[in-house]
């Protein structure tokens, strides 16, 4: 099996957070998306490294796509879900971002993953 195919429910229930704020906000760009998983991913490194997390001063959309996606991580880990596995999967969301992006533009990654997303 596949990554995806292992967290699966994982990748959907962020990206359900991340479309959730799109759909809300069609001006979000998938920059403002990849930097609030980098600073999500940053506190779960943090924690895992017992540091304090690095302040990307995130603002605006940045901050409420981290916020939507933070929560649904918490709900995973209270639920049994690892911080090495939520990063992984806050990885595999970005690289997919950044495939996304580049092919499509500004909203590749967006546009693509929104029709997935009911």
Not at 10 to 26: D, M, P, T
Not at 54 to 70: I, P, R, Y
Request: contains cysteine; aromatic residues 10%; charged residues 30%.
């Amino acid at each position: 099996m596949s990554f995806e195919d292992d967290y699966l429910d994982v990748l959907q229930n962020i990206e359900f957070a991340i479309v959730s704020v799109y759909r809300e906000h069609a001006g979000l760009l998938d920059l403002d998306v990849d930097r609030a998983l980098q600073a999500v991913m940053n506190r779960y490194t943090a924690q895992l490294l017992d540091r304090e997390p690095k302040n990307f001063n995130l603002k605006g959309l940045e901050f409420t796509v981290a916020d939507s996606v933070q929560a649904i991580c918490e709900q995973r880990v209270e639920a049994g879900l690892s911080h090495e596995e939520i990063i992984q999967c806050l990885k595999r969301i970005r690289a997919s971002i950044k495939k996304w992006t580049k092919r499509g533009g500004s909203q590749g990654y967006l546009k693509f993953v929104e029709q997935f997303i009911q």
